[in-house]
């Protein structure tokens, strides 16, 4: 685009299909686990190179190696030519390796600007210019074609624009090598689009690029090859134009892809759960049922007020109006005791704020609902504290030492079936699930599917929000469709397609870009 | 939300009891050495003096470390006891039963303790803000209550209590232990316990899995107040006045304690027994320092340095090195 650009990011000295980086028999071995097991894999300049893997494939491992966020056990890195050590993070940035992280690890009472040059700030006699840095990170930001303001404090941003402000800031750094770690869990459609407008055209600029992802489709979106990790192990690495979905998900979990999205129709039974033109914060006027033996699916981007919805349904939240029914009666939900003393039970979203207590036993995170039942009026029986616990570890096969464990040391997906588990041994009626598998792997996703399964013959009803379409798509019984607060359609089991949803849920959002702050 | 385990999980079975048993030793080594090296440190009157010494910090201690596990902290303890020294002197010296005048100054401490946890859950202020808060107006009001004066306490058996022994243990010792074992019960075999640890660790989480937090907080605050008017009643018998300046700077010798017993001031890690052990590792401390001529600028410097050490090897293990 503008001269400016590439002074921006200084021409990488590498012709496209050099290698750039090569990794010879990488190891990594923690106390008690063998990370990865002697990774040979070569990446060439100007490429997107996708990584893809379960929990607990390896892949944070590998780029805390190459970020030098951890040393290596053993093995080379070649890295233009020369080995390198990657012993701190600051000598793999000197050589031109950034990596921009699923969560962002940027300052968030600080502006725009301001993170975009933390750490290289431009100073005059040790004065900040903080009106020029402003303008410079305007000038990125809009040659990138992010329609986001400079000057506003990060932390007014959504999750999502964050993101896209922490690769900006990546680029304007001299990076050769860039690694994205799942940045699109937390983007709305139209970021992720931008995103990879970004991602496409630094490739054009000789940067390489590492794509982490579990979503097959971005992967055969963006990238031009693709490595695939199980165990520590790097299975194989393919051509993108020479593979495809089915190979890939059996190379990482040796399943097949129709074995995930696990779905058994039941007839629906009494309707648990009603909500008459509710209103609150973030969401208008809803109204739907939930009967017992069905999935309602609510689909909608992030912001659509599906989140706020259940957590209003839920207690946690006042409703400004509307009434809930519960079994036929209306009743008044002040807090989420009142409502799990109903029957419901919540899997909120975000595993880390809300689902789980990190640094405490897997075990009491498990039994955090039921300490009342499992205590008489003055003492815990640690006998069923145990059995309790051990229970759940077994049947949801989460994969930790004992339930003494802290929460914090398994991988996502293990975490994940410790805030759905810990609900069924509270025998409860309605589940809500937000967002269940994002961040987690092939295989567990599906596990928890059969896990709703399983809750449905026994009766419960299950609301699931998911951002992910294929999701709902193959497993609500009844879809509904959220936009910018208000439910804007309602489907049956497989009758609309995907593209009609998708236009339902967006239509607004295209006719005016930069919506969403 | 990383893609997978950071590293081993490793089992943490017996972590507690483990460091619970490296401070044990600790402050039997100090014993020892000091029985050693001083000859009167092992007589029976210097190790009922320890005792006494080291009982109503290590009482503060337990109230104070479940404040901290909720992720809270209770500065106002120190001037708690003092208020409370005058609340009792003035009851007894009322004519109000002694019985009575104790239930009455450990109700004080009760309220004082709900009103932080109103503050903090309804006023939405920081624990650390609004404790300071009390710490400075509960020394005024006790000092206006006495204009300043010592009041002292025309009461005999009153006194007699904490001068005298049980079984040949200090009355204030066994005070330790009447607050220590049911403290231990509450905190690690009660549900009540589990959600300090957990409401410490994420109070969100705890609140969408059902978990009073409101509740807990103001639990947490008011057993500190409890503890801390409770010690001023073993004051205010030890010394035999009420005194609002009394317990000066003990806020700061409880949070020693608890931290140096393994108790993490970001919340969700702490034990019974470890205040208590710190409490009576810093008691043996000033103790032997005392006995040794130690000048007492340097017990101060002991201290500090003690707290840095202790807690900085306790982080290298929770680390997992």
């Given at each position: 685009m503008t001269s400016t650009a590439q002074e921006l990011h200084p021409a990488p000295t590498?012709?496209?299909?050099?290698?750039?980086?090569?990794?010879?028999?990488?190891?990594?071995?923690?106390?008690?686990?063998?990370?990865?097991?002697?990774?040979?894999?070569?990446?060439?300049?100007s490429?997107?190179?996708?990584?893809?893997?379960?929990?607990?494939?390896?892949?944070?491992?590998?780029?805390?190696?190459?970020?030098?966020?951890?040393?290596?056990?053993?093995?080379?890195?070649?890295?233009?030519?020369?080995?390198?050590?990657?012993?701190?993070?600051?000598?793999?940035?000197?050589?031109g390796?950034n990596?921009v992280?699923?969560?962002?690890?940027?300052?968030?009472?600080?502006?725009v600007a301001?993170?975009m040059f933390?750490?290289e700030?431009d100073?005059?006699?040790?004065?900040?210019?903080?009106?020029a840095m402003v303008r410079e990170a305007q000038k990125i930001i809009d040659d990138l074609g992010f329609d986001l303001?400079a000057?506003?404090?990060?932390?007014?941003?959504?999750?999502?624009?964050?993101?896209l402000i922490a690769a900006a800031r990546a680029t304007v750094r001299g990076t050769k090598?860039l690694?994205?770690?799942?940045?699109?869990?937390?983007?709305?459609?139209?970021?992720?689009?931008q995103l990879f407008t970004l991602i496409r055209r630094l490739k054009g600029e000789g940067v390489t690029i590492?794509?982490?992802?579990?979503?097959?489709?971005?992967?055969?979106?963006?990238?031009?090859?693709?490595?695939?990790?199980?165990?520590?192990?790097?299975?194989?690495?393919?051509?993108?134009?020479?593979?495809?979905?089915?190979?890939?998900?059996?190379?990482?979990?040796?399943?097949?892809?129709?074995?995930?999205?696990?779905?058994?129709?039941?007839?629906?039974?009494?309707?648990?759960?009603?909500?008459?033109?509710?209103?609150?914060?973030?969401?208008?006027?809803?109204?739907?049922?939930?009967?017992?033996?069905?999935?309602?699916?609510?689909?909608?981007?992030?912001?659509?007020?599906?989140?706020?919805?259940?957590?209003?349904?839920?207690?946690?939240?006042?409703?400004?109006?509307?009434?809930?029914?519960?079994?036929?009666?209306?009743?008044?939900?002040?807090?989420?005791?009142?409502?799990?003393?109903?029957?419901?039970?919540?899997?909120?979203?975000?595993?880390?704020?809300?689902?789980?207590?990190?640094?405490?036993?897997?075990?009491?995170?498990?039994?955090?609902?039921?300490?009342?039942?499992?205590?008489?009026?003055?003492?815990?029986?640690?006998?069923?504290?145990?059995?309790?616990?051990?229970?759940?570890?077994?049947?949801?096969?989460?994969?930790?030492?004992?339930?003494?464990?802290?929460?914090?040391?398994?991988?996502?997906?293990?975490?994940?079936?410790?805030?759905?588990?810990?609900?069924?041994?509270?025998?409860?009626?309605?589940?809500?699930?937000?967002?269940?598998?994002?961040?987690?792997?092939?295989?567990?996703?599906?596990?928890?599917?059969?896990?709703?399964?399983?809750?449905?013959?026994?009766?419960?009803?299950?609301?699931?929000?998911?951002?992910?379409?294929?999701?709902?798509?193959?497993?609500?019984?009844?879809?509904?469709?959220?936009?910018?607060?208000?439910?804007?359609?309602?489907?049956?089991?497989?009758?609309?397609?995907?593209?009609?949803?998708?236009?339902?849920?967006?239509?607004?959002?295209?006719?005016?870009?930069?919506?969403?702050? | 939300?990383?893609?997978?385990?950071?590293?081993?999980?490793?089992?943490?079975?017996?972590?507690?009891?483990?460091?619970?048993?490296?401070?044990?030793?600790?402050?039997?080594?100090?014993?020892?050495?000091?029985?050693?090296?001083?000859?009167?440190?092992?007589?029976?009157?210097?190790?009922?003096?320890?005792?006494?010494?080291?009982?109503?910090?290590?009482?503060?201690?337990?109230?104070?470390?479940?404040?901290?596990?909720?992720?809270?902290?209770?500065?106002?303890?120190?001037?708690?006891?003092?208020?409370?020294?005058?609340?009792?002197?003035?009851?007894?010296?009322?004519?109000?039963?002694?019985?009575?005048?104790?239930?009455?100054?450990?109700?004080?401490?009760?309220?004082?303790?709900?009103?932080?946890?109103?503050?903090?859950?309804?006023?939405?202020?920081?624990?650390?803000?609004?404790?300071?808060?009390?710490?400075?107006?509960?020394?005024?009001?006790?000092?206006?209550?006495?204009?300043?004066?010592?009041?002292?306490?025309?009461?005999?058996?009153?006194?007699?209590?904490?001068?005298?022994?049980?079984?040949?243990?200090?009355?204030?010792?066994?005070?330790?232990?009447?607050?220590?074992?049911?403290?231990?019960?509450?905190?690690?075999?009660?549900?009540?316990?589990?959600?300090?640890?957990?409401?410490?660790?994420?109070?969100?989480?705890?609140?969408?899995?059902?978990?009073?937090?409101?509740?807990?907080?103001?639990?947490?605050?008011?057993?500190?107040?409890?503890?801390?008017?409770?010690?001023?009643?073993?004051?205010?018998?030890?010394?035999?006045?009420?005194?609002?300046?009394?317990?000066?700077?003990?806020?700061?010798?409880?949070?020693?304690?608890?931290?140096?017993?393994?108790?993490?001031?970001?919340?969700?890690?702490?034990?019974?027994?470890?205040?208590?052990?710190?409490?009576?590792?810093?008691?043996?401390?000033?103790?032997?320092?005392?006995?040794?001529?130690?000048?007492?600028?340097?017990?101060?410097?002991?201290?500090?340095?003690?707290?840095?050490?202790?807690?900085?090897?306790?982080?290298?293990?929770?680390?997992?090195?």
């Amino acid at each position: 685009m503008t001269s400016t650009a590439q002074e921006l990011h200084p021409a990488p000295t590498l012709e496209p299909g050099r290698t750039i980086l090569e990794l010879k028999g990488l190891e990594k071995q923690y106390p008690g686990t063998h990370a990865l097991k002697r990774i040979n894999l070569a990446f060439k300049a100007s490429e997107i190179h996708a990584i893809v893997g379960e929990n607990g494939a390896g892949k944070s491992t590998l780029i805390k190696l190459l970020t030098g966020v951890m040393p290596r056990t053993s093995g080379d890195v070649i890295w233009e030519g020369k080995p390198a050590a990657l012993a701190t993070p600051h000598e793999a940035m000197a050589l031109g390796i950034n990596a921009v992280h699923q969560e962002v690890v940027l300052c968030r009472h600080l502006t725009v600007a301001a993170n975009m040059f933390l750490g290289e700030e431009d100073s005059r006699f040790g004065i900040l210019q903080q009106r020029a840095m402003v303008r410079e990170a305007q000038k990125i930001i809009d040659d990138l074609g992010f329609d986001l303001p400079a000057h506003v404090v990060l932390g007014d941003l959504t999750i999502g624009q964050q993101q896209l402000i922490a690769a900006a800031r990546a680029t304007v750094r001299g990076t050769k090598f860039l690694i994205f770690d799942e940045p699109t869990a937390y983007l709305t459609r139209k970021e992720a689009d931008q995103l990879f407008t970004l991602i496409r055209r630094l490739k054009g600029e000789g940067v390489t690029i590492i794509y982490i992802s579990h979503r097959m489709e971005e992967v055969f979106e963006l990238a031009d090859r693709v490595s695939v990790l199980r165990d520590g192990t790097l299975v194989g690495t393919r051509n993108i134009a020479e593979t495809n979905d089915a190979e890939l998900v059996k190379m990482m979990i040796n399943r097949s892809i129709e074995q995930v999205y696990h779905k058994e129709h039941f007839t629906p039974g009494a309707t648990l759960l009603e909500a008459r033109n509710l209103s609150g914060k973030g969401f208008e006027n809803v109204s739907m049922t939930v009967r017992a033996g069905e999935i309602v699916g609510l689909y909608g981007l992030i912001g659509a007020g599906r989140s706020e919805f259940v957590t209003t349904l839920y207690g946690r939240h006042r409703k400004s109006a509307g009434q809930i029914l519960w079994e036929g009666k209306e009743v008044q939900v002040n807090s989420e005791h009142d409502a799990i003393r109903l029957g419901m039970a919540l899997a909120p979203e975000s595993r880390r704020d809300q689902g789980l207590c990190l640094n405490l036993p897997v075990g009491l995170n498990l039994n955090l609902p039921i300490y009342k039942r499992i205590s008489n009026n003055l003492l815990i029986s640690s006998a069923q504290e145990k059995a309790e616990a051990d229970r759940q570890i077994a049947n949801l096969r989460i994969k930790t030492p004992t339930r003494n464990a802290l929460a914090s040391s398994l991988s996502g997906g293990n975490q994940q079936k410790i805030v759905i588990g810990k609900w069924l041994a509270h025998g409860a009626k309605l589940f809500i699930f937000d967002e269940p598998t994002v961040g987690v792997d092939v295989g567990t996703k599906a596990e928890i599917y059969r896990l709703f399964s399983a809750l449905l013959s026994n009766g419960a009803g299950i609301i699931l929000i998911s951002s992910y379409l294929p999701e709902v798509y193959e497993l609500a019984d009844t879809l509904h469709v959220f936009r910018r607060g208000k439910l804007v359609a309602t489907h049956g089991f497989h009758t609309a397609d995907h593209e009609e949803i998708l236009t339902q849920a967006l239509a607004e959002k295209q006719e005016k870009p930069g919506g969403q702050i | 939300m990383s893609t997978e385990a950071i590293a081993a999980a490793k089992p943490k079975r017996n972590y507690n009891a483990l460091f619970g048993l490296t401070l044990l030793a600790l402050l039997v080594l100090l014993w020892v050495i000091l029985s050693v090296a001083t000859p009167s440190f092992a007589s029976a009157n210097n190790i009922s003096n320890l005792l006494r010494q080291g009982s109503m910090i290590a009482i503060l201690a337990v109230g104070q470390t479940f404040v901290i596990i909720t992720g809270g902290i209770d500065l106002s303890v120190g001037a708690v006891v003092g208020f409370a020294t005058v609340i009792v002197a003035m009851l007894i010296n009322a004519g109000v039963p002694i019985f009575l005048a104790i239930l009455i100054t450990l109700l004080v401490g009760v309220a004082i303790g709900l009103f932080h946890g109103f503050g903090i859950v309804k006023m939405g202020l920081p624990p650390f803000i609004i404790t300071l808060a009390t710490l400075t107006s509960l020394r005024g009001i006790g000092l206006l209550m006495t204009n300043g004066n010592s009041i002292s306490i025309n009461n005999d058996a009153f006194q007699l209590f904490s001068r005298s022994s049980f079984l040949g243990v200090p009355n204030l010792f066994w005070m330790v232990i009447l607050v220590g074992i049911p403290a231990y019960v509450f905190l690690h075999h009660s549900r009540w316990g589990r959600y300090l640890f957990s409401v410490g660790s994420n109070a969100e989480a705890s609140r969408l899995s059902g978990v009073n937090v409101q509740r807990t907080i103001y639990m947490a605050y008011t057993l500190s107040g409890l503890c801390a008017a409770f010690v001023g009643v073993l004051l205010a018998s030890r010394i035999g006045i009420g005194n609002p300046t009394q317990a000066e700077g003990w806020e700061l010798q409880a949070i020693a304690s608890s931290v140096i017993g393994g108790t993490s001031l970001f919340g969700a890690v702490g034990s019974v027994h470890g205040p208590l052990l710190g409490a009576f590792i810093l008691a043996t401390i000033n103790n032997g320092a005392n006995l040794l001529n130690v000048n007492a600028f340097w017990q101060r410097i002991i201290t500090g340095v003690l707290i840095i050490v202790i807690v900085y090897f306790d982080g290298l293990r929770r680390r997992g090195k």
